[in-house]
């Protein structure tokens, strides 16, 4: 069963704006990760953030987390065509070895 | 490092065939995980190893499904016999005890006719 959400499904933008996709989940967690994948590829890790962390930056990437809401949301700053994609949530509910839990993705267009 | 290696990319069969499905995990990574990809139910985990022990197969469909890992550097999928319904992106990924992140394969495309 699905532990993560995204919101929305899919998000259609223009070149130079920025994109922000939500996701909600629905236990505690020990991290939550996002990860891309280019149409017909398989998915690539973004960034992970911890449960006592509330924002990371990686570049043009900020993730926010709250665990109160238990939601977390990715903005990408000055959207570029290649940043069309899908982007998944995916949660580790346990330590070491478990697995993580996709959410379905949002379908990130940016137009050139 | 190559990365995770699936193969085949593509596989088109016709119901009631067997299909294998392969994977080679990244050298040195101890998880092995494969995951199933429709337009309808999303990313959906089959099944996963550690250090080549099945740990949960609660994901696999039905008994017509099987995996194995006789070693570290290999893992298969087994289809016997396929459906039209098991038509799939099937991903295998790995992952070190060091990290949480995952690192997936290109997928096997699977149409059963």
């Known amino acids: 069963s699905q532990q993560g959400e995204e919101d929305p499904q899919a998000l259609s933008i223009q070149e130079g704006e920025n994109a922000t996709m939500n996701c909600s989940y629905k236990?505690?967690?020990?991290?939550l990760q996002w990860y891309r994948q280019n149409s017909g590829r398989g998915l690539v890790h973004l960034i992970l953030?911890?449960?006592?962390?509330r924002e990371k930056h990686s570049g043009r990437l900020r993730v926010t987390l709250d665990t109160s809401k238990k939601s977390s949301s990715l903005l990408i700053t000055a959207s570029r065509a290649a940043d069309t994609a899908s982007y998944f949530c995916?949660?580790?509910?346990?330590?070491?070895?478990?697995?993580?839990?996709f959410g379905k993705g949002t379908r990130l267009s940016v137009i050139a | 490092d190559a990365g995770v290696i699936q193969s085949p990319r593509h596989e088109v069969t016709e119901m009631g065939q067997e299909v294998t499905l392969r994977c080679k995990p990244i050298s040195g990574h101890n998880s092995l995980f494969w995951y199933r990809q429709t337009m309808m139910r999303g990313l959906e985990l089959l099944i996963y190893f550690n250090n080549n022990v099945p740990i949960d197969d609660s994901g696999m469909p039905e008994d017509r499904f099987s995996a194995k890992m006789p070693n570290a550097s290999f893992s298969t999928l087994k289809i016997q016999p396929s459906e039209p319904r098991d038509s799939a992106v099937y991903f295998c990924?790995?992952?070190?005890?060091?990290?949480?992140?995952?690192?997936f394969g290109s997928g096997t495309q699977l149409s059963v006719l």
């Open positions: 990924a790995s992952r070190s005890s060091a990290t949480n992140q995952l690192f």
């Open positions: 995916a949660t580790d509910k346990g330590s070491g070895n478990t697995p993580l839990v």
């Open positions: 236990t505690s967690i020990n991290n």
């Open positions: 953030i911890r449960s006592n962390e």
